[in-house]
């Protein structure tokens, strides 16, 4: 049997991709709300704040190939530079593999904003630089995550976002209790030595994996280091038949984040007989 039905509302946090908003990634994940209010029915709340950095127009075809497809919406053409509803949660400082984000603590800034304001959050799901973005907040508010990024950042690692943290005299915690559970879309790892201290030691947060085998805006290489730094690794990876972009309304995709997510809500004594993984499901 797989893992029971959460009997509380579930809060998630929906992160965008880059040249992306809140209002057009929900509009693009529409699908993917009614199923999960359907398969919850106990309610289910998703958040979708806007990254921090609006994007100039050179800025917009992506952060990664520029010759390929874009995220943003196709209608831009006349509009002035100040009307373009494209985001980013960073920007690449340069034009160098492996690169160094600039932006990255006003990113941190906002999702910190949204977690004091909004949360506590059971779960994070992100497209893209979204996913990304996801993958590292979700490391970030884990037990001991502070002090492996101090560790590295005296061997020239990025410092911990204080915006993420609260300190009570000599004692320090994160603003938000770690999350119950990642679904990482079009995900990826950031490779600079820089940081390190995010994915080292492995994730421990229960990540769910979502990659396009058409994908060619996000090197698959890229997307697996993350897999691969994340406790399950591959056996939390879905391969979808397509390209760039989350499935949001196939019944296979969609039935397999149900499935981890229930699994990855499900409390001590409830009656969990089949992990997601042994499922019929193409993880």
């Given amino acids: 049997m797989a893992a029971p039905t959460p009997t509380s509302p579930i809060k998630i946090l929906m992160l965008h991709g880059f040249t992306q908003s809140g209002p057009l990634f929900r509009a693009k994940t529409r699908a993917l709300e009614k199923n999960l209010q359907k398969a919850f029915p106990a309610g289910v709340t998703l958040s979708y704040p ?13 952060f990664d190939n520029p010759s390929a497809t874009s995220e943003a919406p196709k209608d831009n053409a006349g509009q002035l530079e100040d009307d ?20 990255l603590e006003l990113g941190m800034g906002r999702v910190a904003e949204v977690l004091e304001a909004e949360g506590p959050f059971d779960g994070v799901i992100g497209f893209s630089q979204g996913g990304a973005m996801a993958a590292m ?37 994160t603003i938000h209790p770690p999350f119950k559970f990642a679904a990482c879309y079009s995900g990826f790892k950031l490779l600079h030595p820089m940081y390190k201290g995010y994915y080292e030691p492995s994730i421990k947060t229960p990540v769910l994996h979502f990659l396009g085998s058409l994908d060619t805006v996000v090197d698959e290489k890229r997307s697996l280091a993350l897999v691969d730094v994340c406790e399950g690794g591959r056996q939390k990876l879905v391969y979808h038949p397509g390209g760039h972009f989350l499935p949001s309304s196939q019944r296979q995709f969609v039935g397999a984040l149900i499935a981890f997510m229930k699994e990855a809500l499900a409390t001590p004594g409830d009656d969990e007989e089949e992990k997601a993984e042994d499922m019929d499901l193409p993880f």
């Fill in 137 to 173: 907040v979700a490391a970030l508010l884990e037990e001991g995550r502070g002090e492996a990024v101090r560790k590295h950042e005296k061997d020239g690692g990025i410092r911990f976002p204080e915006m993420l943290e609260k300190r009570d005299g000599d004692v320090s915690r």
């Fill in 50 to 62: 806007t990254g921090p950095i609006r994007l100039a127009r050179a800025e917009i075809p992506s």
């Fill in 84 to 103: 373009l509803d494209a985001w980013g949660w960073w920007k690449r400082k340069a034009n160098t593999d492996p690169f160094v984000c600039e932006g």
